[in-house]
């Protein structure tokens, strides 16, 4: 009986809670890939506009990316992950640009436009789209796959980041009121 009563009341606290968690989380979290890309495009637009121009080439180490080559390695990604699924990159884009593109405007410029590329490329596919197949470095993936890869490498790099920010103070414009 107590076991049942127990149940009943984590239940209810757990229905009664949901309304809050919606309320509290940050726009496109648990809404799919589109509120994903979302979330994560808007918080690596936010940092970089908040990290000043001189931080830009900041880097932890030498032989370690600076804070634009991380910035112009996601655009690049972005575009080359984004290719192997069918929407052609850009025909200015160079490798090279992660490291001869360092201006704060040019770097968020280069950014934004991949986001926007992948976004709207996403928004366009249909269920039978994302299991097709494709072929990159030696292997073969779906384009499900590549757009699961381009998500995590953005997150895997918003995390390095963020390190970057809070080690030259910037913090992060959506943790600053915490």
């Known amino acids: 009986m107590r076991k049942a009563v127990f149940l009943l009341l984590l239940f209810t606290a757990l229905c009664n809670a949901r309304p809050l968690l919606a309320q509290t989380a940050p726009e496109g979290l648990w809404q799919g890939y589109d509120g994903e890309w979302r979330h994560v495009s808007s918080q690596l637009v936010a940092l970089a506009e908040a990290t000043p121009e001189e931080k830009f080439a900041w880097r932890p180490a030498p032989g370690v990316r600076s804070t634009s080559e991380v910035y112009m390695h996601i655009a690049l990604a972005n575009f080359y992950l984004l290719g192997v699924t069918g929407p052609k990159m850009p025909a200015e884009l160079k490798r090279e640009m992660e490291k001869s593109v ?9 950014l934004k ?8 490329a996403h928004l366009g596919v249909t269920p039978k789209d994302l299991d097709r197949k494709v072929h990159i470095a030696d292997r073969d993936a779906t384009v499900d796959g590549m757009y699961l890869r381009i998500i995590v490498h953005a997150n895997e790099h918003m995390g390095q980041l963020i390190a970057y920010a809070r080690t030259t103070g910037v913090t992060p414009p959506w943790s600053a009121s915490q």
């Open 102 to 110: 360092t201006a704060k405007a040019d770097v968020i410029s280069w």
């Open 113 to 120: 436009r991949s986001l926007e590329a992948v976004k709207q």
